[in-house]
């Protein structure tokens, strides 16, 4: 099971770090990806990362500003937010799937979404 965490309500050009943890299972072997999805859009991918040794990938949207790590010891995945805007406010989720090297965002692969969590940034 998967839990994100870490949303609220910012200003623009504030950090923002999210959680996704994991429960009843270790996401050792797994790659993780978040995604977001704003009102009146489709889910779109943010970032993902593998297995390790990691590789990571990014939205061109986010490229530069987010940075996706993960800690196996603490089961958990993070993307940190910087320089956040307000085009960024959306609900985000992080999902895994058991192709460890896979890292693109192909919503299909991935076989389990945790909640997802609330991040609205303000102008």
């Known amino acids: 099971q998967l839990q994100a965490s870490g949303g609220g309500l910012v200003q623009a050009g504030d950090p923002l770090r999210l959680s996704c943890a994991a429960s009843?299972?270790?996401?050792?072997?797994?790659?993780v990806g978040w995604f977001r999805q704003a009102p009146g859009k489709e889910r779109e991918f943010v970032a993902a990362?593998?297995?390790?040794?990691?590789?990571?990938n990014y939205a061109d949207s986010v490229k530069g500003r987010f940075t996706i790590s993960r800690d196996n010891a603490k089961n958990t995945v993070y993307l940190q937010m910087n320089s956040l805007k307000p085009e960024d406010t959306a609900v985000y989720s992080c999902?895994?799937?058991?192709?460890?090297?896979?890292?693109?965002?192909?919503?299909?692969?991935?076989?389990?979404w945790g909640q997802g969590t609330q991040v609205t940034v303000s102008s």
């Open positions: 990362i593998t297995r390790s040794p990691d590789v990571t």
């Open positions: 999902a895994a799937t058991r192709q460890g090297r896979y890292y693109g965002g192909d919503l299909g692969t991935y076989d389990y």
């Open positions: 009843g299972g270790s996401l050792t072997l797994y790659a």
